[in-house]
C-alpha cells in the first residue's frame, strides 16, 4: 500500500510515476471504485474527533464542538476542538462515470 500524500506536491510526484493515459478511479464508499474529481474546498481540522474524518466542513465543525444536531459524538466524551484556522485544500472525491 502507497503512503498518504499530505500535499498537491505530493500527489504529483506520486502521479509522475504512472502512465500518463491510466484511469483515475477512487475508492467508493461500499464497494468498487468510481470516477474521481477534484475541488477545491474550505476546511477545518479538528482534534479528538473518532466520526467520519478529521476535516470537516466549517459549519459541520462548528456543529460538531457545540454539540448541535451532533449525532457522531457519544454525550459521555468531551466534543472535539477546532486546529487552527480555516484552510483551502484540494479533495478528492467521488463523481459518477
Not at 506520486?14 to 474529481?37: K, N, R, T
Not at 460538531?64 to 472525491?93: C, K, M, Y
Request: net charge negative; with cysteine.
Amino acid at each position: 500500500m502507497s503512503e498518504p500524500v499530505q500535499t498537491v506536491g505530493d500527489l504529483l510526484r506520486a502521479l509522475q510515476q504512472l502512465d500518463p493515459d491510466m484511469p483515475v478511479l477512487i475508492e467508493s464508499a461500499c464497494s468498487g471504485a468510481d470516477c474521481a474529481a477534484v475541488d477545491v474546498l474550505v476546511m477545518q481540522e479538528l482534534a479528538d474527533y473518532g466520526g467520519q474524518g478529521r476535516y470537516q466542513f466549517p459549519p459541520d465543525a462548528e456543529r460538531l464542538i457545540s454539540r448541535r444536531n451532533a449525532w457522531q459524538i457519544s454525550e459521555d466524551g468531551p466534543p472535539p476542538t477546532l486546529v487552527g484556522e480555516v484552510f483551502a485544500a484540494a479533495v478528492i472525491h467521488r463523481r459518477r462515470c
